[in-house]
């Protein structure tokens, strides 16, 4: 059974940064999963922050985002990360690793297009609070 689990949470002031691991297990992650990372401020709707496709590695990042967070992966240790710098108020939520598998990240022009009903695994998520 495939299980995420998130860690790496915290609370940071404006301008920080946090890494945040995904950590893969019950399953090998192949060259052609999409595995990415969501989140969810109070109140709001769900979004899609960051992705990458195992099969060669591109990387599709949020409108809100771009060019302040990476998402990377480690096959060794079968894990996901999400970089963040330059940490901003409304980056605060719970940011979820979603898995889905044997299919590629849908995108447009490099932004993903982020869909809950494509994401069947998600890990139980982790805290990030910005905030002075």
């Known amino acids: 059974q495939v299980q995420l689990v998130e860690s790496g949470g915290g609370s940071v002031q404006p301008g920080g940064s946090l890494r945040l691991s995904c950590a893969v297990s019950?399953?090998?992650?192949?060259?052609?999963?999409?595995m990415g990372w969501v989140r969810q401020a109070p109140g709001k709707e769900r979004e899609g922050v960051a992705a990458?496709?195992?099969?060669?590695?591109?990387?599709y990042y949020g409108d809100s985002v771009k060019g302040r967070f990476t998402i990377s992966r480690d096959n060794a240790k079968n894990t996901l990360y999400l970089q963040m710098y330059g940490l901003k108020p409304e980056d605060t939520g719970m940011y979820y690793c979603v898995a889905s598998l044997d299919r590629p990240c849908l995108h447009n022009s490099g932004i993903w297009n982020y869909r809950a009903q494509d994401f069947g695994y998600w890990g139980q998520g982790t805290q990030v609070t910005v905030s002075s």
């Open positions: 019950g399953y090998t992650l192949t060259n052609s999963d999409c």
């Open positions: 990458l496709y195992t099969g060669g590695g591109s990387t």
